[in-house]
């Protein structure tokens, strides 16, 4: 198999030149599987997910593909050329201050009128008009008559795509990180196929981000249907893959998760090939149960919890260094929490503000 390269017009700079992304696609002559699309980047810092396209599309080169694929490394250049000094300044919108990945289009969608105009249709076509609208939803806010900021335009852009498809993953880092999977509640059983050890599954809610924005009002639709009376199983997967720290490429640690993916995809079957998923342990916890640790003061932090390791209650979290306050008690405060958890990601900066957010760890954790 071969990709086909091409470049996606997602905006203009101010100096007139045309803002690009480029996409790589693999379209079967006949799919049988379900379609595939992954983008990374998407965080100017996170590049970490470009190693694993890259990784993904070497071993692609030895399995027969059954489904159409679309890749997007570099998912967001102007996040990913906001620099300061050494470091990567992309999370937000430097325009509007808005997150990357919160901005999203979420349809608000009317399920009840739109399913009591099209319950007639087989599962098949009600399948194919609801994609079909939730496309024509996207388009229809590109064309705005009043436009649209130019984050906004950029990730729709990029959820054309993904509607597109049935599965959709989208490859992140944290600041400073472990691997965690973020996985809506319906389709649990995909986190054991992923070379993950940490799973945080998620309601249906829609927060601005690109899983989100995919599954969300497909649950909407399924649940509304079921109290209905009709079951129809949830048609499109979509994941948030957290794949370690950010401003870092490790190739090694990327065909590991290149791998995992594969092993998802196989058991999809959008491979021939039956591939077996990484033996290890994979833990999860309900989203309602990961907690963020704000700073109780501002100062100097040395980090003491490691990231997917086990911390038990009263265990040092952090000490808080202010040299402001040397020779009293004060100079020096050790900090931890009052339950069990898992650390999964802390902020990446020695010196913070009070109420900075620095952990987020997972209490009530349970193995999968």
Known sequence: MSFTQSLLKIGELATGQ????????????????????????????????NAVIYQLMKLLEQYTVCGNITL??????????????????GRFDPITGVNWNREYLDHGIDV????????????????VQYRAMLVE?????????????????????????AHQADIVLDLHTGPKSCK????PEYDAKAA??????????????????????????????????????????????AFTLELGSQENINLEDALVDAKGILAYLSDRGVIEQKLVPATMKRY??????????????????????????????????????????????????????????????????????????LYKVMTNVFEI
């Open 18 to 49: 045309d803002l690009t992304i480029p996409i790589f696609s693999y379209e079967c002559e006949s799919a049988t599987a379900p379609s595939v699309y992954i983008q990374a980047n998407v965080h100017g810092a996170e590049v970490q997910g």
């Open 72 to 89: 997007v490394p570099l998912a967001n250049p102007l996040g990913i050329n906001q620099k300061s000094g050494e470091f990567t300044l």
């Open 112 to 127: 009840a009128a739109w399913y009591q105009a099209h319950d007639s249709l087989s599962d098949a076509d009600l399948i």
């Open 137 to 161: 939803g996207c388009y229809t806010r590109l064309n705005n008559e009043w436009g649209i900021t130019t984050g906004h335009q950029q990730a729709v852009n990029l959820q054309v795509m």
């Open 180 to 183: 965690h999977l973020y996985c």
């Open 192 to 237: 054991s196929f992923f070379s993950i050890p940490y799973t945080l599954y998620i309601p249906n809610d829609f927060g601005g981000a690109m899983d989100e924005s995919i599954f969300y009002p497909w649950w909407q639709l399924t649940e509304h249907m079921q109290s209905a009376g009709r079951d129809l199983k949830v048609p499109v997967s």
């Open 284 to 357: 999860a916890c309900y989203l309602k149960d990961y907690k963020k640790y704000h700073s109780p003061l501002g100062g100097m932090v040395e980090y003491l919890a490691e990231v997917g390791e086990p911390l038990k209650l009263g265990e040092p979290l952090v000490n808080i260094l202010r040299l402001d306050l040397y020779d009293t008690d004060k100079a020096l405060t050790p900090l931890s929490l009052n339950q069990d958890c898992v650390p999964i990601l802390h902020f990446a900066s020695a010196s913070v503000y009070q109420g900075t957010e």
